[in-house]
């Protein structure tokens, strides 16, 4: 069974410094190789504010960019190992709605996060429905690719830059992408019996 939770850690990243007024950041994925940790970023706001939260942002729209960060924190390493949709960085904590197989997920990500801090606070657990037509990672893939205006026309960012900026070989984007709009595309037609 699924489990759609969202939890609230204190921010253990030490990142961004500061946000700036008006700034909305979020986490779309995390990836960990060695000792860092690669966080694919949303930030919210305007082009100078988005610089000070990353080097070099991509411009999605124009209040809209996305960028990697890499950053060393035992926080990461531990989330890296569920499906992440998102993690709001506030002034009062990080914010995540990750998805988990079942009861004893959660039960081993408490217990993980509880070593690094006594802070951590479940908020909503969800359980998800079986009619689902995508897979939880194909609706994180499909959402950031939205975002990032890989279905516009003409197309703001390519398969090769996005597989890039997700740490996914293009191939393997494009079988996700392909399949995710397959299922939806189908639920599509089973839902008007056509």
Do not use: H
């Not at 996305?66 to 992440?84: D, G, R, V």
Request: aromatic content about 8%; glycine content about 4%; charged content about 30%.
């Amino acid at each position: 069974m699924l489990l759609y939770v969202v939890i609230k850690t204190p921010n253990l990243l030490q990142f961004p410094e500061f946000i700036p007024k008006k700034v909305t950041v979020n986490i779309l994925d995390i990836r960990v190789d060695g000792e860092k940790g690669k966080l694919l970023l949303e930030i919210r706001g305007d082009e100078t504010s988005a610089k000070q939260v990353c080097e070099e942002p991509i411009k999605v729209s124009k209040y809209k960019f996305i960028c990697t960060n890499y950053i060393s924190s035992e926080l990461l390493k531990i989330l890296s190992q569920y499906t992440i949709m998102n993690g709001a960085l506030t002034d009062d904590g990080i914010f995540w709605t990750l998805i988990l197989n079942g009861y004893t997920e959660l039960r081993e990500l408490l217990n993980s996060l509880i070593d690094i801090t006594k802070e951590v606070r479940v908020l909503k657990v969800v359980k998800a429905e079986k009619k689902d037509a995508i897979t939880a990672r194909q609706e994180q893939i499909l959402r950031i690719a939205l975002e990032a205006g890989f279905f516009d026309y003409p197309r703001r960012i390519g398969l090769k830059d996005l597989a890039k900026k997700l740490n996914i070989s293009p191939s393997s984007l494009s079988e996700i992408i392909r399949r995710a709009e397959k299922n939806v595309i189908t639920a599509y037609f089973e839902e008007r019996e056509l």
